[in-house]
């Protein structure tokens, strides 16, 4: 067992309020949430390794990948538990890769020298999978059972869970890839990477082929989200990392317009609840239409450099994870209005 203190322990019961009606998040049919409670708890790792991603299995159980090929998965209770990964590489990303037929799918992470693991029992056991490549893998996103990897100059496509995998083809210049983001739209998976110095590759052939992006932006970017109604067709994305963020203003990707980084001085990692993670700051609202990046929760004492989160289910838990092995739970409760009858 992984065990001892949490690196925090004074950030056990930390609860934030605030009224988030005016930034239309966390919508919920015709009444809208008057208020939020954001409660933050560290959780011991059990490891001082950086953790760079994050993926939840259920309201109980997570994973966290990070430096030095560690993997760390929670049980029901709160205890984090060290995974053998079978690799000493730096493991940078890991997603569940779904299944056409709608099912949770294998899960699957990638990281340094073309690593890529996948699992088939929630994180027990990892084996190695098909990897077309040698080059430092730093971002992975699924859906239905499609994955696109990317990193330094190079993206990867699997159709079937992640057992094997061939490059993407790419209109235009390739890019170090940090970020990605996907949804589904119609009969096709929307794909964005983000990268260094501006770069942007958008796909909207389910990975199959990506076009390179002119954003005019020079900024390092990390994280990408929605940046219209879910509805929308096709989607419409942001882009945001150090310093600047951007959304599109057609659907080609060929405009884009400046979003206010308010408290998003530093997005690096982004979720469809409507909130982006600032590295610093903590969580922002990142909701469709909003002019700025606002801060929807402090994260208390976070002087580490966060990396990642994600939130289940109807957004109500979720984990952040960080340097020297930092991981905050995150409970979020909402009050809503009272609601008249409709006619």
Not at 4 to 24: I, N, Q
Request: proline share 6%; charged share 20%; aromatic share 6%.
């Amino acid at each position: 067992m992984i065990g001892g203190m949490p690196r925090f322990p004074w950030l056990v019961a930390v609860s934030v309020g605030l009224l988030v009606g005016a930034l239309g998040m966390l919508a919920c049919g015709p009444c809208e949430p008057l208020a939020s409670t954001f409660d933050f708890g560290a959780e011991a790792s059990g490891t001082e390794v950086a953790l760079n991603d994050v993926v939840v299995v259920d309201s109980e159980r997570a994973l966290a990948v990070g430096a030095k090929g560690v993997i760390v998965a929670r049980e029901p209770g709160g205890e984090w538990w060290s995974r053998p990964s079978g690799t000493g590489e730096e493991i940078h990303s890991i997603t569940r890769a779904g299944s056409p037929d709608g099912g949770e799918g294998p899960l699957v992470a990638v990281g340094a020298a073309g690593t890529i693991l996948r699992s088939e029992d929630s994180g027990g056991t990892w084996a190695p999978a098909g990897s077309s490549t040698e080059r430092d893998l730093h971002t992975v996103v699924g859906r239905g059972g499609v994955l696109v990897a990317a990193g330094d100059g190079v993206v990867l496509r699997s159709d079937d869970g992640g057992e094997t995998w061939i490059p993407a083809f790419i209109e235009g210049p390739p890019i170090v890839a940090r970020g990605s983001y996907a949804v589904e739209s119609g009969r096709e998976l929307h794909v964005i990477v983000v990268g260094d110095e501006g770069g942007v590759l958008l796909s909207r052939t389910s990975g199959r082929e990506f076009g390179a992006l002119a954003t005019g932006s020079a900024a390092n970017l990390r994280a990408a989200g929605l940046a219209g109604p879910l509805d929308s067709s096709p989607p419409l994305f942001w882009v945001g990392g150090q310093g600047e963020a951007l959304r599109m203003a057609d659907a080609r990707g060929e405009a884009w317009a400046q979003i206010a980084p308010g408290d998003g001085d530093d997005l690096v990692d982004a979720s469809a609840c409507g909130w982006a993670l600032d590295s610093s700051v903590g969580l922002v609202s990142a909701a469709p239409g909003d002019e700025s990046f606002e801060k929807v929760a402090h994260t208390p004492g976070a002087s580490i450099r966060l990396r990642a989160f994600e939130m289940y289910g109807e957004c109500e838990r979720g984990w952040i994870v960080g340097e020297e092995g930092t991981i905050l739970r995150v409970d979020v409760s909402s009050i809503h209005q009272s609601c008249p009858e409709r006619l």
